[in-house]
């Protein structure tokens, strides 16, 4: 009896949960947060598959990813089950997610028309210079006065003209009126909340402002942008806010939850991190890097290749808050790629101590531009290369300029932000799985000289979509009043080389990148739509 008695009194003591879908890349997850400190109490992680049907090609199954959600809901319900925690006791689920990977799918058979064109997929190459060439003066930024972005490979509208036109499923669904097209938040959110069976197909702004079909500035899709891609608006989910409630849980172990938080994942470890303030930045590193400043509630154009975008929009009646955003398409990657293709380590944690063995890439750069370059140059046709090998390079060195070159990258897009902005970051926030390499934290506070600073709960972008859905009008578990906030523990690490030194080395990187710069020239038109059907 006493036992039960203590279950049940340590049950009322935890107050309001507020649960988090985390739908990354390489893995989903499932996260459960107490509203009232934010301490993570249980979670559970699925890897996902990637395939790579052609060169360049990037895809992943959306029933899979579908089936990745249910499992880490399920295997957490029953974890906090265990730990004698109720359940019931979650008022609420956000959503946050990979962003620009595109989904068609069909709304009567609820079953999607191809797999998921995932964001760093190349295939559009040959859509991009046709629409590039039909610009005034072929300039990759005609749409950015409405976008915000650049014409690239990268965001959505263009992989769903490629579905469009090469897959004849999804052009049949598109004529016959049963098409619907989402990014992998809307995909979810249709299907919990009952699919074909009256599901909810909407996205928030932050999403919708990845697709370049979406005006930033009336924060709602532009009837000209759908027109310049020929895209019906009537396949276009429905634009919501970031922190309201969508719809309820249709099945499952939390049948009749809301889901009232949704945020692009950059986004939610922006808002994870606190960063509210004009000015405040953060960077995550997952499968890539993604530095993102806010600038508050009007949009800052970029004249040094990054990316204007919607930070959040806390709420229907709220302000839409900007940021700057500068994107590598490869950070984690490399580690997998090191892993999976070339076989010179078994684990991530493994690159760490051969870095560390050797504690100098000996004059060895790599440029991993295995999908082209992102922010600054959006340069597509650049590949991956690596430079100054001696016969003393060894494979640790090659594992430690692995782990620069990710600290580069984010050196560049910092520069641009500070040469936008005319502000210099004194700190440096940083989330995201390959944070816990703490070579790599020391590496980038030495080649940015300024403190990195890193939260000791790691899963800000969980973080950020519960607090999103948890805040919403209706549920009202999660107050974002900054005095209410919870003080985040947080590890600085202080740059400990000279400058000059710092300067030098990257002084080469940029030389390597000029290497790898225009070494993918264009194909011939035929081969474009060879066996794409």
Not at 77 to 85: D, P, R, W
Not at 121 to 147: A, W
Not at 458 to 474: K, N
Request: hydrophobic share 40%.
């Amino acid at each position: 009896m006493n036992g039960t008695m203590a279950a049940s009194s340590n049950r009322i003591m935890l107050g309001p949960l507020v649960a988090a879908i985390d739908q990354g890349t390489s893995s989903t997850r499932f996260l459960v947060f107490n509203a009232k400190t934010a301490e993570l109490l249980s979670h559970h992680q699925v890897e996902i598959k990637q395939s790579f049907p052609k060169e360049g090609w990037v895809e992943e199954d959306p029933k899979e990813i579908l089936q990745s959600v249910y499992e880490c809901m399920d295997r957490t319900c029953e974890k906090l089950t265990q730990l004698n925690i109720d359940i019931s006791n979650i008022k609420a689920i956000g959503v946050t997610n990979q962003r620009e990977t595109t989904l068609v799918w069909d709304k009567e058979t609820g079953e999607p028309l191809y797999n998921a064109i995932v964001w760093l997929d190349l295939r559009t190459q040959s859509t991009v210079e046709r629409l590039i060439n039909k610009t005034p003066g072929r300039n990759k930024n005609h749409l950015k006065h409405k976008t915000g972005l650049p014409i690239s490979t990268y965001f959505s509208a263009v992989k769903l003209r490629w579905l469009m036109d090469n897959v004849e499923k999804v052009h049949e669904a598109v004529l016959s009126h049963r098409a619907m097209f989402g990014t992998v938040d809307s995909w979810l959110i249709w299907c919990l909340t009952g699919g074909k069976k009256g599901g909810v197909h909407c996205t928030d702004v932050t999403n919708a402002s990845r697709t370049m079909l979406f005006n930033i500035h009336t924060m709602d899709w532009d009837p000209e942008l759908c027109k310049y891609f020929d895209i019906p608006m009537e396949i276009l989910p429905k634009v919501r806010s970031s922190s309201e409630i969508y719809g309820l849980m249709k099945s499952g172990p939390l049948t009749g939850v809301p889901i009232s938080g949704c945020l692009g994942d950059q986004s939610a470890a922006l808002v994870g991190q606190m960063c509210f303030k004009d000015g405040q930045a953060k960077n995550t590193y997952g499968t890539g890097c993604f530095l993102l400043k806010n600038v508050g509630t009007k949009p800052v154009m970029s004249d040094h290749g990054l990316l204007t975008t919607v930070a959040y929009k806390l709420g229907r009646d709220k302000p839409a808050c900007y940021a700057l955003e500068g994107s590598v398409a490869i950070a984690g990657a490399v580690v997998r790629w090191l892993k999976d293709n070339l076989g010179i380590i078994q684990t991530s944690t493994e690159l760490e101590e051969l870095a560390a063995d050797v504690g100098t890439s000996y004059g060895c750069y790599f440029v991993p531009a295995f999908s082209g370059l992102y922010a600054p140059y959006w340069e597509p046709s650049a590949r991956g290369i690596i430079c100054g090998l001696t016969q003393f390079t060894n494979r640790s060195h090659l594992a430690f300029a692995a782990l620069e070159a990710v600290c580069f990258q984010t050196r560049e897009i910092l520069d641009a932000m500070n040469q936008d902005s005319g502000i210099h970051l004194s700190q440096l926030q940083v989330d995201g799985g390959m944070t816990s390499n703490r070579l790599l934290m020391q590496l980038q506070a030495d080649i940015l000289c300024i403190p990195v600073v890193k939260p000791s709960m790691p899963e800000t972008t969980a973080l950020g979509a519960a607090m999103a859905a948890g805040a919403a009008e209706g549920v009202s578990v999660w107050s974002l009043t900054p005095e209410d906030l919870t003080e985040v523990t947080s590890e600085k690490f202080e740059p400990q080389i000279n400058p000059e030194e710092s300067e030098l080395r990257y002084a080469r990187w940029k030389k390597a990148v000029q290497r790898a710069m225009n070494w993918e020239t264009t194909e011939p038109v035929n081969n474009g739509n060879a066996g794409q059907k």
